[in-house]
């Protein structure tokens, strides 16, 4: 911000809303009207660094007062309702438009807005924010259980909110441009089942599960993709799956989690013998393949994850961690026997590239026997199903 002079006659010149303002006067360059234009400098300063400047009485004459109209200041809640509301997935007549954003996605912003962003901002106006607020913020979240990576998420979506808010002239700047996110902690390790410890598992869960857990470790398919699996994807002709949706947080997403394929499965029998018996168990009641028991929809992953997978973990005598180790033990028993990674990437959704990457040591040599390898550890979990099937029917 400067006092400066223009065919003799005083102007400011300074920034606002990152933009260039000059704002000319009749009064002449003169000791007095420069002591008078300093006071107007040092107050514009304070007002813009209190967030209470308003163009219009300052310069009532200036042809930048309609880009600078004193807009209403909102409630941080009022404004990421509004913004939660206008990006919203879901149209009125119960459509869906994923052109501009996947439900998830939505999902998980409406959460960390619900949960983190409005009980800490929401009583602020926009303009309170500021970058020490916002690093407080995050130092709280940090002495949570919350990841790095996800409060780097909740930090980034608090980003989002406050950039639309500058676009639309509500803040001067984002106090977040600039602020470096936290390094990222190790992920979780992946520890797939041993071919043994599958066969004990398939023994000792709910018969009610066995058959989408003998699907999910023959194929690969991840939890949100068998949980979104419906009949009509379901080819027993060709024995073929085709992954066209999946379930994140509740919601159905069109799509599998990396787009859509078709899983061959002529080569795995385990697999369709597994769906046949579902069939005669739930086809008439859903048109999900894998259902609650109580409520007849798709099974619901955090209890699928919480009542089944850890219990069942936990009565093998195996130690707790991911339901997406189904997918982990799938690819590395695969990759032990010598199936070809082209053909294990189909199946478990995942590019060759992750596979070298993440699960290079269980690769022995290279070879095209498209699932034949594995065959042998499948007709062995097949076996241990089939005990545990004839078990179930004789203790009911």
């Known amino acids: 911000m400067s006092i400066r002079s223009h065919k003799g006659k005083l102007f400011i010149d300074f920034r606002y809303q990152d933009t260039r303002c000059r704002e000319y006067s009749s009064f002449p360059d003169t000791p007095e009207n420069r002591e008078r234009f300093r006071i107007l400098e040092k107050r514009i300063r304070e007002e813009i660094s209190a967030g209470t400047f308003n163009y219009a009485p300052h310069f009532p004459q200036s042809n930048k007062l309609q880009r600078f109209a004193k807009r209403r200041r909102l409630l941080f809640s009022e404004f990421t309702q509004k913004w939660l509301s206008d990006r919203s997935p879901f149209l009125d007549d119960g459509s869906l438009n994923i052109r501009e954003i996947k439900p998830s996605t939505w999902k998980t912003d409406s959460i960390a807005v619900r949960r983190y962003l409005t009980p800490a901002f929401g009583h602020f106006h926009v303009d ?3 970058t020490g607020s916002a690093l407080e913020f995050r130092e709280r979240l940090k002495k949570t259980k919350l990841s790095n990576k996800r409060i780097n998420n909740i930090m980034g979506i608090l980003r989002k ?7 639309q002239g509500h803040i001067p700047h984002n106090p977040l441009t600039g602020i470096p996110s936290l390094k990222r ?3 979780s390790k992946s520890a797939p089942l041993t071919p ?4 004990v598992f398939l023994s000792k869960v709910d018969p009610y599960y066995l058959n989408y857990y003998i699907v999910a470790f023959s194929t690969g398919m991840r939890p949100g993709e068998l949980c979104a699996l419906k009949w009509e994807s379901v080819d027993f002709e060709r024995q073929e799956i085709t992954v066209e949706r999946h379930i994140i947080r509740g919601l159905e997403t069109p ?4 787009g859509n394929r078709v899983i061959g499965c002529k080569e795995r029998p385990i697999v369709f013998r597994a769906l046949a018996r579902q069939r005669k168990d739930t086809q008439s009641k859903s048109a999900y393949v894998f259902i609650g028991k109580r409520d007849g929809g798709p099974l619901n992953y955090e209890h699928l994850h919480s009542k089944i997978w850890i219990t069942t973990l936990e009565r093998c005598g195996l130690a707790a961690r991911d339901s997406y180790n189904t997918k982990d033990t799938f690819i590395t028993i695969a990759l032990s026997s010598g199936e070809d990674i082209g053909w ?3 199946s478990a959704g995942t590019s060759e590239q992750m596979i070298f990457k993440h699960y290079r040591k ?3 040599n290279l070879i095209r026997r498209d699932g034949m390898a594995i065959k042998g550890v499948l007709e062995k979990w097949a076996t241990v199903a089939q005990k545990a099937v004839r078990t179930s029917k004789a203790t009911s």
Request: aromatic share 4%.
């Open 128 to 130: 309170q924010l500021t």
């Open 161 to 167: 909110i406050l950039s639309d808010a500058k676009l």
């Open 185 to 187: 902690t190790a992920k």
């Open 196 to 199: 043994r410890e599958v066969e």
């Open 255 to 258: 799509g599998g989690k990396t």
């Open 344 to 346: 294990i990437a189909n």
């Open 362 to 364: 269980w690769i022995p």
